[in-house]
Structures are given as structure tokens and as C-alpha cells.
Nanobody
Framework: QVQLVESGGGLVQPGGSLKLSCAAS????????MAWYRQGPGKERELVARITGLAGRTNYADSVKGRFTMSRDNGKKTIYLQMNSLNPEDTAVYYC???????????WGQGTQVTVSS
């Protein structure tokens, strides 16, 4: 059974930091590209950051470059999103995603709420 379980969301003041985690199980983690998406109030879901399986190459949305850092620990089957200099526009539900194009597999977590407000 595939599971992606996010944690680490919460309420933070503008300029603050949060670190999200996503623990994966039920599939061969290293064979999957992993990503963080977010969906803000009244907005469509958007890609925040992605990291490849073996090489661990990352890419980021322009809106978070220089502020967010994504990483993965293949031994722990976990990905992380370190978010710094948060602003109210970062308020959203953040979703963990696992994707394997060879087998056309695409999995989602349940999401974790991040609210940036004073």
C-alpha cells in the first residue's frame, strides 16, 4: 500500500521558517522523482520543487528560488522542504508527490497546511 505522509506544516509569521517532511512507503522510493506542490486559497495547484531519484537534481519554481530548499534521504525514504523567508503568498496546502514515468505511476499525499500570517 502506497503512502505519502506529510508533516511539519503550521502557522508562522512573515519572515519565518518551516521545514516540511514527507515519509514514503509502499514503493521503490529511489526509482521515483519526488516533488512538492502547493495550492493556495482560490488558486490552482502549482509545482514548488522537484528532485530526481538517483542523482538528486533539484529544480524550483521562480517564486521560491533562493528561499526554499528541497532534499531527499533515500535511506529514510523521506523528502524535505526547508522554507525560509516565508511570506503570506506562501500560504497554501503543500502536497507531496511521487512520480515514475516509466511505469506511469503518480502518487499524492494528503497535504499539510502552511499559513503565513502575523
Amino acid at each position: 500500500q502506497v503512502q505519502l505522509v506529510e508533516s511539519g506544516g503550521g502557522l508562522v509569521q512573515p519572515g519565518g521558517s518551516l521545514k516540511l517532511s514527507c515519509a514514503a512507503s509502499g514503493f521503490t522510493f529511489i526509482n521515483y522523482d519526488m516533488a512538492w506542490y502547493r495550492q493556495g486559497p482560490g488558486k490552482e495547484r502549482e509545482l514548488v520543487a522537484r528532485i530526481t531519484g538517483l542523482a538528486g537534481r533539484t529544480n524550483y519554481a521562480d517564486s521560491v528560488k533562493g528561499r526554499f530548499t528541497m532534499s531527499r534521504d533515500n535511506g529514510k525514504k523521506t523528502i524535505y522542504l526547508q522554507m525560509n523567508s516565508l511570506n503570506p503568498e506562501d500560504t497554501a496546502v503543500y502536497y507531496c508527490n511521487a512520480y515514475n514515468g516509466w511505469f506511469n505511476r503518480n502518487y499524492w499525499g494528503q497535504g499539510t497546511q502552511v499559513t503565513v500570517s502575523s
